[in-house]
Every structure is written in C-alpha cells, then in structure tokens.
C-alpha cells in the first residue's frame, strides 16, 4: 500500500539502517527506553529532594523522636511543598535533559543511528526554532481568544508577583522539557516506527503513545486524551514536513511556556506557578476552558488543532527523501 505521507530525509536514512520490528515489540522497547530515562531523571533530581528533607525542620523533628508517621506526614507535607514551588519546577523540566541523553545514547549505540536521524539537521536552525516559536505562541494565542470570545476565561490584569527572572528559568527549562519529549516521541519513535511501517501508521502510533504518557496528569479527561492525540499527530506532522526537530521543539516549548507562565493557565494539570497574566476559568465551561486540566483539555483546542493539522496535510515535505 502506498504511504499516505511522503518520508522525508531523515525518517527514509533511519530506514535504510536496521530493520524495524513489530508493533508490539517497537512498543516495549519505548516503554524500556523511558523507565531507563525516569530512573535517570530520579538520579537528577533526587539529591535536591533530600537536600530538601534534610532542611525541612518538621521532618527532622520527627526523626529524631522516632516518630514514623509524624515523619511519613511531613515528608508528604513537604512533598507538596516542592511541587508547588517555582524553583522546583524548574529542576523538574531541566531533568529531562536525561531523557534526551538517553535516548541519544540507545539511538546512536543501539539503533546505530546517526543524531541527523532524530531530526538534528544543521541547516537553518535559527529560522526553523524562531518560526516553531511564533508559530506556537500564534496557535495557543488563538485557542485563549477562542475561549475567551465564548466566555470560557476572564483575565484579572498582570500578576502582582510576577518575577522576569523566575519566568527567565522557566523558559530555560520549557526549552529542554519540550525538546525532550519531541526527540523521545517525533526523533525517536516515529522513526524507528516507520522502519517497517508507513509513516501514517508511524504517526498514529507515536502520538496515541505521547498522549498515554499523561496518563496520570492531574484533572485528565477524555477530550484532554483525545486533544494529546492530536497534538501528536500536529507535531508528527510538523516534523516530517520540516524534516528537522528544532520547530516543533520550539513549538512544543513556547506552547508550554506560555500557556502556564504567560497567561496563567494550567499545563496539562501540572500547578500553575510565575505568570505574568492572571486567568481564571468560567466555572462550568470545562469544554471551553478545559477545567482542572488546562486548555488542552476543552474543544477550542481541539479546533485550532485539527486546522493545523489539515494545513500540515496540504503542505509537501521541505527535504524530499
């Protein structure tokens, strides 16, 4: 059967490598790869988990009185703490430059495939990265207006707290946060899929994979599942179009970025931390604001995705394999 989407460059030279599997097994061996990469995000973030404990008067407290479950509850305490606080949230989306070391490490050794493969192409990269950044600020811009237009948010004017420098590291950690999950899923996965599949069946499988991952987000719903599915097929897309992972890499960092830090909405049920605007949602409105889960869980989402997606369809490939 013919493919419906044209390879480009770098998913046909990861095909002329090894052979691919099948389904099942390509799937086990992604779900290998990333208990690999969690453990290794464990390892960064670990030592500041203890640090933490170690500082925290409570805990400490009922350590030394041998106390075990006062030490339980405020090691729980102090768990929420940390996932609440900027600074840790930040050390959370720098981690997963492991991820992307990871992968690297079983794509070059294992695969045997060269880092062009996962779509680091030299060319142009400056301009692919700016166009992914305006081009995702454009899109999750029209989805707040969208929702906005139809009664979804109400906007309270500029944070009070708003600090340039903490929003300064959260884009610094947005930029490896969202790269690494394009490189695991687009860089990766795709490619490997496509070695002995076609490349539509590559991106349906990649991007039901990469919406499974949020699986255990807070406040996830159907139409948020279906929404991460589309937003994987959107950036499947768009790296294959492109034929380099630097745009959609932006995209999927502004996207995140201004979403949470710019107009104070939740990131796919992650807490919300430094935003320059203050958002609230329309209670009642879950499909035009997307509830405890964030705009990607509400149907202007899920508009603006399919639109881009059908531009992407109409769109050739820029590097013809």
Same mark, same amino acid.
């Given at each position: 059967?013919?493919?419906?989407?044209?390879?480009?460059?770098?998913?046909?030279?990861?095909?002329?490598?090894?052979?691919?599997?099948?389904?099942?097994?390509?799937?086990?061996?992604?779900?290998?790869?990333?208990?690999?990469?969690?453990?290794?995000?464990?390892?960064?973030?670990?030592?500041?988990?203890?640090?933490?404990?170690?500082?925290?008067?409570?805990?400490?407290?009922?350590?030394?009185?041998?106390?075990?479950?006062?030490?339980?509850?405020?090691?729980?305490?102090?768990?929420?703490?940390?996932?609440?606080?900027?600074?840790?949230?930040?050390?959370?989306?720098?981690?997963?430059?492991?991820?992307?070391?990871?992968?690297?490490?079983?794509?070059?050794?294992?695969?045997?495939?060269?880092?062009?493969?996962?779509?680091?192409?030299?060319?142009?990269?400056?301009?692919?990265?700016?166009?992914?950044?305006?081009?995702?600020?454009?899109?999750?811009?029209?989805?707040?207006? +969208?929702?906005?237009? @139809?009664?979804? !948010?109400? #906007?309270?004017?500029?944070?009070?707290?708003?600090? $340039? =420098?903490? %929003?300064?590291?959260?884009?610094?950690?947005?930029?490896?946060?969202?790269?690494?999950?394009?490189?695991?899923?687009?860089?990766?996965?795709?490619?490997?899929?496509?070695?002995?599949?076609?490349?539509?069946?590559?991106?349906?499988?990649?991007?039901?994979?990469?919406?499974?991952?949020?699986?255990?987000?807070?406040?996830?719903?159907?139409?948020?599942?279906?929404?991460?599915? +589309?937003?994987?097929? @959107?950036?499947? !897309?768009? #790296?294959?179009?492109?034929?380099?992972?630097?745009? $959609? =890499?932006? %995209?999927?960092?502004?996207?995140?970025?201004?979403?949470?830090?710019?107009?104070?909405?939740?990131?796919?049920?992650?807490?919300?931390?430094?935003?320059?605007?203050?958002?609230?949602?329309?209670?009642?409105?879950?499909?035009?604001?997307?509830?405890?889960?964030?705009?990607?869980?509400?149907?202007?989402?899920?508009?603006?995705?399919?639109?881009?997606?059908?531009?992407?369809?109409?769109?050739?490939?820029?590097?013809?394999?």
């Amino acid at each position: 059967m013919k493919d419906l989407i044209a390879r480009s460059r770098s998913i046909e030279e990861t095909a002329q490598g090894k052979k691919g599997m099948v389904w099942i097994l390509e799937i086990l061996v992604f779900i290998a790869v990333f208990f690999v990469a969690t453990i290794a995000q464990s390892i960064v973030v670990g030592p500041v988990q203890i640090i933490a404990m170690f500082n925290d008067k409570a805990y400490q407290a009922a350590l030394q009185a041998g106390d075990v479950q006062a030490a339980s509850q405020a090691a729980m305490e102090l768990s929420q703490r940390l996932t609440s606080s900027d600074w840790y949230m930040v050390v959370m989306l720098l981690s997963d430059a492991a991820l992307i070391g990871i992968v690297f490490l079983f794509c070059r050794f294992i695969q045997k495939r060269k880092l062009r493969t996962l779509g680091f192409i030299k060319k142009d990269i400056v301009k692919e990265y700016a166009f992914g950044l305006l081009a995702g600020f454009l899109m999750f811009s029209a989805c707040v207006l +969208l929702s906005f237009l @139809f009664g979804g !948010l109400k #906007f309270s004017g500029i944070a009070p707290d708003f600090s $340039i =420098g903490i %929003f300064a590291l959260y884009l610094l950690g947005y930029m490896v946060q969202g790269m690494a999950e394009e490189v695991l899923c687009r860089g990766y996965y795709l490619g490997s899929y496509a070695r002995r599949y076609p490349v539509y069946a590559a991106v349906l499988a990649n991007s039901l994979l990469f919406a499974s991952l949020h699986l255990m987000n807070s406040g996830i719903t159907v139409l948020a599942f279906i929404n991460l599915t +589309l937003f994987g097929i @959107f950036a499947s !897309l768009y #790296f294959v179009r492109r034929g380099s992972i630097w745009g $959609i =890499g932006a %995209f999927h960092t502004i996207w995140n970025l201004v979403q949470g830090n710019f107009y104070g909405i939740q990131v796919s049920g992650m807490p919300l931390g430094n935003s320059l605007f203050v958002t609230t949602m329309t209670e009642g409105k879950p499909l035009l604001n997307g509830g405890s889960f964030g705009m990607e869980g509400s149907l202007v989402c899920t508009a603006v995705y399919l639109v881009g997606i059908v531009i992407l369809l109409k769109c050739e490939n820029k590097d013809k394999a």
